[in-house]
């Protein structure tokens, strides 16, 4: 699509009202408050959405609730399912354009980046997991009862956990978006989706395709509105089986907290601060380049990404040079500009908090190899920032910055790196350049992450779970694993004589 083109289809669908999808009608917020969206390059209010409340929630619930029971979704044929979860990766491709133009213009986000990894990535795992709607599962069991002359027939079953309450954060709206619909659908469950306040408008637009894909009414819901109200009345409506929760450790264990109180099955999908290990046999160039591309990637604002290097201390040098470099000739500016190689923060906190953390690292004695301050008297800008000088106790080093921000520390044995990786209380992603293959099947099982990328930045793919070890939560996101987490097993015993 030309820009002109985009620009249009953007703005009409920015004009339009902003409603809550809640069954088979979009209605306002039954308070009729609303949350203005504000494009962080530029500062300014784009739209307004819907600020949901409890009322607004309890009828989403209602509304997935009542799908769910439904003749016509509980009784779907698994390759009907299969095929709507596919036009819906089908619609998302076909309005890719506009969708990243959203993101870009509610998150930040380079326009490329928007597109090509994170629509696109939600198409692929739409598809991946629509897959899975033909290949679920139970199997027969042998069982042996001790009662004269009976014979018994026992099997399992999977079935869907029924009404799924997903919560989304900022970063990747799209594309996480589709971490949840897509396993939650191939199961048959139906679900209420809320993203985050700050970046509502494409899961709104996804929304439209979800009617247009021609999933019955309430199978799909989505609401706006703010996680201490909306998510809040989410999480703890006892309608809800089920939360799919992606977002910060502090929010993660208040929506566990919540959740408690009905035992809703719970999967959470928290923050990380993933150290990269570059042993002193690593093609360093490689290791650069990924590393970079890793924390400079959406402003740093990437839940795996690499955010604490140890280098050996025979390359740490041309290690902080080389990062250091790249940080300051980073190009950055608008996610609309084709030239900028790195956009804003998402939002005005964001930049506060990244900041923040960036001077209590100098504070606490770290020296700075680039970067360090806001860019511009506009927008939520922030250099790209390389750090040295640290100690581990640091709070630079234990805390996730989800900001363009890197550490640089030094070490001289494995075994000795391997503590360091391991003492945060993250444990989602891990990395480790080396070219000797030994000593990767060393460290790979030491390290406490739920992936680990060896040689390769990260890219995650469908088939592949995602997830987190220690405080970075519990459960799993894509691959088989996901599946599991939005069925349930049954056991069913007959009696045949
Ligand atoms: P956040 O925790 O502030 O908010 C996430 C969501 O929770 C939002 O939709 C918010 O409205 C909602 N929320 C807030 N308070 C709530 C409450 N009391 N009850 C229910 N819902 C509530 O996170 P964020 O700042 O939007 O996102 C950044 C975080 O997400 C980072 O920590 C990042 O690492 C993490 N993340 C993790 C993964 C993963 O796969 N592990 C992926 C992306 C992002």
Redesign the pocket.
């Known amino acids: 699509m030309n820009a002109s083109a985009l620009q249009d289809r953007v703005g009409r669908f920015l004009r339009e009202p902003k409603r809550l999808l809640i069954g088979d009608k979009w209605l306002p917020a039954a308070s009729e408050e609303t949350i203005p969206v504000i494009n962080p390059a530029t500062e300014e209010v784009v739209a307004t959405v819907a600020s949901a409340g409890a009322p607004d929630v309890d009828r989403a619930v209602q509304a997935a609730r009542r799908a769910f029971s439904s003749r016509e979704w509980r009784r779907m044929a698994p390759d009907r399912r299969e095929e709507l979860i596919r036009k819906l990766a089908d619609l998302v491709e076909q309005n890719a354009d506009e969708l990243a133009g959203l993101e870009t213009i509610d998150n930040g986000m380079l326009f490329g980046f928007a597109r090509d990894l994170n629509v696109m990535g939600a198409v692929g795992v739409l598809r991946y997991m629509s897959g899975w709607a033909s290949k679920i599962e139970g199997s027969i069991r042998q069982v042996s009862v001790p009662i004269p002359d009976s014979q018994f027939f026992a099997f399992t079953a999977k079935e869907p956990v029924g009404v799924v309450a997903a919560?989304?954060?900022?970063?990747?709206p799209v594309m996480?978006a589709a971490w949840k619909l897509g396993p939650a659908l191939a199961a048959g469950c139906t679900i209420v989706l809320?993203?985050?306040?700050?970046t509502p408008l494409a899961t709104l637009r996804l929304a439209e395709l979800v009617e247009e894909a021609g999933f019955p009414p309430g199978v799909v819901n989505v609401i706006t509105g703010?996680?201490?109200t909306a998510?809040?009345a989410?999480?703890s409506h006892p309608g809800v089986d089920k939360v799919s929760?992606?977002?910060?450790?502090?929010?993660?264990k208040?929506?566990n907290h919540?959740a408690t109180d009905t035992l809703k099955r719970v999967t959470l999908?928290?923050?990380?601060k993933s150290p990269i290990l570059v042993l002193e046999d690593a093609d360093v160039d490689a290791a650069l380049e990924g590393s970079a591309g890793g924390i400079f990637m959406n402003a740093g604002q990437v839940?795996v990404a690499g955010s604490r290097m140890y280098a050996h201390r025979r390359i740490f040098d041309r290690v902080v040079e080389g990062l250091a470099n790249g940080a300051k000739r980073l190009k950055v500016g608008p996610g609309s500009d084709p030239a900028s190689q790195m956009g804003p923060l998402v939002s005005q906190q964001q930049q506060n908090r990244v900041l923040g953390l960036i001077r209590q690292g100098v504070r606490d004695g770290a020296s700075l190899a680039a970067g360090g301050d806001r860019i511009g008297p506009k927008g939520f800008f922030v250099q790209p920032t390389v750090l040295v000088g640290l100690r581990n106790d640091m709070t630079v080093v234990q805390e996730?910055v989800?900001g363009p921000v890197i550490t640089v520390q030094r070490f001289e044995d494995i075994d000795e790196v391997v503590v360091a990786a391991n003492d945060t209380r993250y444990g989602?992603g891990a990395y480790v350049w080396s070219r000797d293959i030994s000593k990767v099947h060393q460290i790979v099982p030491l390290l406490r992450a739920g992936t680990v990328w060896v040689n390769t930045p990260a890219i995650p793919h469908p088939a592949l779970p995602?997830?987190?070890f220690k405080q970075?939560?519990f459960g799993r996101?894509l691959g088989r694993e996901s599946l599991e987490h939005y069925l349930e097993t049954k056991s069913v015993l007959i009696r045949v004589q």
Do not use: Q, R, Y
């Open positions: 919560i989304l954060p900022w970063n990747v996480l809320k993203p985050a306040e700050e703010f996680g201490e998510g809040h989410l999480v929760f992606t977002g910060s450790v502090e929010t993660g208040l929506v919540s999908e928290l923050g990380g839940c996730e989800f989602l995602t997830g987190g970075s939560g996101d």
